[in-house]
């Protein structure tokens, strides 16, 4: 296995886990892979030559049955971002930066563009007492119940020759959550860092951030340089949302994998790079550019030697009575090589040319109405045919590849009944415009997904926090045919309920 | 795709750069005053605040540090220092109107705004205004002050005089004479002789201001906040009001002088460097008389 | 003008002051006695002035420290003994109460006043003081004053107990006593006070010193007669 591309959370390995045991029994699939070893599996079952839409189609549905059907769905983002830490050096209530924790609230937003600063000439940490120091946890022990429709399975179990059935599969009990260890805090005036350990419910760690920021250079807000390992500056933040369980943790817009594309690519993933940001003095207007590199975050990876940017723009504004209201922009433009240098027939990290692009724009919002909240996304997806197609290190493009395209949303609301009782729902989708494949089904792939919940938070102050979540999601995902529906399409349905209790110290 | 996505690209990266230009090019107009103050703080505030709603908010922005009934205990007081306003007083630092009166709804809305310098009172910008609006309603009624009395009639601030040596040179008699140095200390260092033994009116110690570390004042940033502070006083601590002594146009006197103390390229200073690097030598030291006067 | 304005304010009001007692005295009863105290009270330190020369010079020897002001005999200094409750309402004095700065010391160390009468703050030092009456219930205000600047007037509306201090001299503390009525007094060191021109009836008499608390006592006035009162405030050492 590789190493982990973000920390795990539990709601995925849950899933993971499930399908492993749907899978275990299938030879050429023997593990369970995370979704950034998808491209791998692609192109390595390719056989040699030219691939055809029958070969990209046969290769999605292995990539289905190998424990990435939904594309999105097993791969919950690592949810953090309430920080105790910041809330003991400054003493102020949770509920002063978050609308409730993890999501911002303006001010909290202010905070984080700051620099984790107050400025107050006091964020120093020469300011602070020598005894404190800026860690937090985030922890989540829960309980809960995954189910999936039509998973393959042996006619007669234990027997791999009695050929194979379709079968709803749910699985259910009490589990633990990954753990997040971040700290985070200011080395010197302007001078901020971020450290996230995430580790899995195993006890296997990864970087899910690490960087170091340099803020308001020249006693400009509009100037800040932060480099490192860190959350694309998404208006509707992944990392800060307010939902936990397999389906329902993660936006499917964010992670969504048009079939048979080798792009590996999900705006939700935390990135390696360089990013330029500014705001005014109150946040309301906001600005970053990044540049990165193009390995979907993955430290050490093979696609070195390429970059991507990211440009980000909001408005906000003073809504009245409604609250602040804000609106953005986004667009990602990507780079993957086509061609890398071999050696004994094993690509070289770092090596690859014939470089070809990948979009992601669109527009979000942020807006209130008093205890109401909605947080409508849109984005259009763009591959280029070489990638839509996974072609082959250095081949030409496949007959009937062209460049896959795909449109994707939600609208997320909150009705926060008080400080410490939210309600939540979202809806999702996903539409394919155009499959790689000119003969690929136009439709496979799509995705629909609902989800709503609660979180209750029974006491709020200034050191701590606890919430109690529960959450049910439903999403409907566009799979190939399988035995006799070979050919056609199928939907799958998965869903997730879960009860847990998410606190941070 | 690919052209039109370089195309994307090349827009994009030219749009940053005029971004950065134009902020990197807004950073130089101004002459070393930080960025508060350059006019954000003192946008009028007209709403009409609700006293339920800003009960709600109290507690979700206020109440940790200042307290649920206002009176300055909060969960997190005791780790504060300097510690939080007691509303219950209605005493306020940060006022346009004179020593012993309430201060008008917009100065108090201006320091939630603005924050409080070397204090745990962040800078709250990015609150609607409707809701600075109620928050202050809602901590009016902590007090009946608020109630019994009227605020009182802010300062009138006149124009400010030209920067010139003379008026830095009278600013500089009037610091010494109305013993500035005693707390503030003769270069501004907030090391007077009597600074140490200085106290708030909850008996707290409180330390003068060091104009030669700070940049931003207590109540704002601008030569006319910092003419304001020293007219009003800042209630609840031992900087009293120089209302009755300093009148007009000597007040700016003795902004100019006090803006050279400071780490800032302002024309105070600039001007003042170039005085002092040819006649340092007929300035008297500033602080006690020798003869004991 | 404005200096020959001040002076003859002041002077009309020394006048007043001079002529009042002697008004209340031959229009009803008085009440009079003597404050004591039992135990040890805490004893008073010398102050080190070195800091503020102009003052120091004035002095001979050191000052001491005023907060407990005792004579012989056990004798108790400024303390307020005033009517508490019964006494007769009436406005405000129209002169003025005066609160002088000499010496970098309050004279007196505590002054009475009634609520809405007229408080002068005078600064006859060479040196800026800064006045900080240190109210809960008034409105808190903090003026400084300047060598020869003129007095500051200002008059406080509420009855309380206001200590006073000066920021830059730390030492400088005093108290403002501003109470319900007229009829009050401030005990010399010793401890002795008159309270004239009370109409006859019942009234409750109050004794008020800075670190010992309070004490009442009632009195009946029925004409002309001086009624004795006497108090006996228990000392703590801190």
């Known amino acids: 296995m590789r190493s982990t591309k973000q920390g795990y959370s539990t709601p995925q390995l849950l899933v993971c886990a499930l399908l492993a045991s749907v899978t275990a029994t299938t030879p050429a699939h023997a593990t369970v892979t995370r979704h950034g070893d998808s491209t791998v599996t692609l192109q390595s079952t390719a056989t040699s030559g030219r691939r055809t839409a029958n070969d990209a189609s046969r290769a999605y549905m292995a990539s289905i049955q190998n424990g990435e059907p939904r594309a999105t769905a097993s791969y919950a983002a690592t949810r953090v971002k309430k920080i105790p830490a910041f ?16 999501e911002l609230n303006s001010f909290g937003q202010q905070f984080r563009d700051n620099g984790y600063q107050l400025r107050n000439e006091r964020d120093s ?44 599969l749910t699985s259910h009990g009490f589990d633990l959550s990954g753990i997040d260890i971040w700290t985070a805090g200011t080395l010197w005036k302007n001078v901020s860092f971020v450290v996230l350990l995430s580790g899995d419910n195993l006890g296997s760690f990864g970087f899910e951030a690490m960087h170091v920021r340099f803020d308001n250079l020249g006693d400009s807000p509009w100037l800040n340089l932060k480099v490192g390992k860190f959350e694309l500056d998404n208006l509707v933040s992944e990392k800060r949302f307010l939902f936990l369980s397999g389906n329902g943790g993660s936006y499917q817009s964010y992670h969504f994998v048009a079939p048979g594309s080798s792009v590996d690519f999900g705006i ?31 430290p050490g990876s093979g696609n070195f ?68 909240e909605f947080l409508p996304l849109y984005m259009h997806a763009n591959d280029n045919a070489y990638l839509a197609s996974g072609a082959d290190n250095g081949a030409p493009l496949p007959i009937g590849a062209r460049d896959a395209s795909w449109n994707g949303g939600f609208l997320e609301t909150h009705y926060y009944i008080n400080q410490q009782l939210v309600l939540l729902q979202r809806v999702e989708a996903v539409r394919m415009q155009n499959q790689g494949f000119t003969d690929l089904p136009h439709n496979l792939g799509n995705v629909d997904a609902y989800t709503f919940g609660t979180r209750w938070y029974p006491f709020m102050f200034s050191r701590a926090g606890l919430a109690l979540h529960g959450e049910y999601s439903l999403a409907k995902t566009v799979s190939p045919g399988q035995l006799e529906t070979e050919g056609s399409t199928i939907n799958i349905w998965t869903s997730s309920l879960l009860f847990a209790f998410d606190f941070d110290f | 795709m690919s052209r039109v996505a370089r195309h994307i690209t090349s827009i994009a990266a030219l749009s940053v750069v005029a971004l950065l230009t134009a902020a990197a090019g807004r950073a130089q107009t101004v002459h070393g005053l930080p960025r508060e103050g350059r006019g ?11 006293v339920a709603i800003g009960k709600e908010e109290y507690k979700r922005y206020c109440a940790g540090c200042h307290g649920d009934r206002g009176d300055g205990i909060g969960e997190n007081t005791q780790w504060i220092d300097p510690k939080p306003r007691d509303f219950t007083q209605a005493v306020f630092k940060c006022r346009s109107t004179p020593s012993g009166t309430l201060p008008t709804d917009q100065d108090v809305i201006n320091t939630i705004r603005r924050g409080i310098v070397n204090s745990n009172m962040p800078q709250w910008r990015p609150l609607p205004d409707q809701m600075e609006a109620d928050l202050l309603a809602y901590i009016k009624t902590f007090s009946p002050r608020w109630t019994s009395e009227k605020p009182g009639t802010p300062f009138v601030i006149p124009p400010e005089t030209p920067v010139t040596t003379e008026s830095i040179l009278a600013g500089r008699a009037m610091f010494q004479k109305f013993e ?69 146009d000597q007040g700016w006197d003795l902004v100019h002088y006090l803006r050279t103390l400071q780490p800032l390229r302002t024309p105070e200073t600039i001007l003042w460097k170039t005085w002092l690097a040819t006649h340092a030598a007929e300035l008297k030291p500033i602080g006690p008389p020798a003869d004991g006067r | 003008m404005r200096m020959k304005l001040v002076a003859s304010v002041a002077v009309c009001a020394l006048t007043t002051m001079a002529l009042a007692p002697n008004a209340h005295r031959n229009a009803g009863g008085t009440v009079a006695g003597k404050v004591t105290f039992t135990g040890t009270p805490p004893k008073m330190k010398p102050i080190d002035m070195a800091k503020e020369p102009s003052c120091a010079k004035e002095h001979a020897t050191p000052v001491m420290n005023e907060s407990v002001v005792t004579g012989a005999g056990s004798t108790l200094g400024d303390v307020v003994v005033y009517i508490s409750a019964g006494a ?99 005990t010399g060191s010793d401890g002795s006070f008159s ?44």
């Open chain 1, 87 to 102: 809330a003991r050096k400054y003493g102020l209530r949770c509920s002063a930066c978050h609308t409730v924790w993890p």
């Open chain 1, 125 to 168: 940490p020469i300011a602070q007492n020598n005894a404190y120091f800026p860690m937090t946890i985030r922890v989540t022990p829960q309980f809960h119940v995954e189910r999936g429709t039509r998973q393959l399975v042996d006619a007669t179990p234990g027997d791999a020759e009695s050929g194979q059935v379709e079968r709803t």
């Open chain 1, 268 to 298: 939700g993933d935390n990135q390696i790079g360089a990013e330029l940001s500014g705001h005014s003095l109150n946040s309301y207007t906001r600005y970053s550019a990044a540049v990165l590199t193009s390995s979907d975050g993955d």
């Open chain 1, 305 to 372: 030697s390429s970059y991507d940017a990211n440009l980000n723009l909001s408005q906000a504004f003073d809504g009245g009575k409604l609250g602040v209201e804000r609106i953005g922009a986004f667009a990602y433009l990507g780079e993957r090589p086509n061609t890398y240098q071999t050696s004994g027939g094993e690509q070289i990290p770092g090596s690859g040319s014939n470089r070809k692009m990948f979009y992601r724009a669109g527009l979000a919002g942020d807006f209130f109405l008093h205890r109401l």
């Open chain 2, 40 to 50: 954000a703080d003192i946008k009028a505030n007209t709403h009409v605040g609700r």
């Open chain 2, 180 to 248: 500035c140095w005693k707390c503030h200390g003769a270069d501004g260092r907030g090391d007077g002789p009597s600074a140490s033994s200085l106290t708030d009116s909850k008996d707290q110690p409180i330390h003068p201001y060091d104009f030669t570390t700070g940049t931003r004042f207590k109540c704002g940033t601008t030569n006319a906040d910092l003419y304001r502070i020293f007219m009003t006083g800042l209630d609840g601590t031992p900087m009293a009001s120089f209302a009755d002594n300093i009148k007009g």
């Open chain 3, 88 to 186: 007769p309402s009436g406005a405000a004095p129209a002169s003025p109460a005066v609160f002088d700065q000499k010496g970098c010391q309050y004279l007196p160390h505590v002054l009475a006043m009634q609520a809405g009468q007229k408080l002068e703050v005078k600064n006859d030092d060479q040196t800026s003081h800064n006045i900080h009456p240190l109210s809960k219930v008034n409105p808190e205000w903090n003026k400084s004053q300047p060598p020869g600047a003129p007095p500051i007037e200002v008059a406080y509306d509420k009855p309380e107990f206001i200590p006073v201090k000066c920021n830059v001299h730390p030492w400088m503390h005093g108290y403002f006593a501003v109470l319900n009525t007229s009829h009050s007094a401030v």
């Open chain 3, 195 to 238: 309270l004239a021109g009370l109409p006859p009836g019942k009234y409750t008499v109050t004794a008020w010193q800075e670190r010992f608390g309070t004490q009442s006592q009632e009195v009946t006035i029925t004409g002309n007669e001086t009624a004795k009162l006497d108090f006996v405030l228990k000392a703590t050492e801190y």
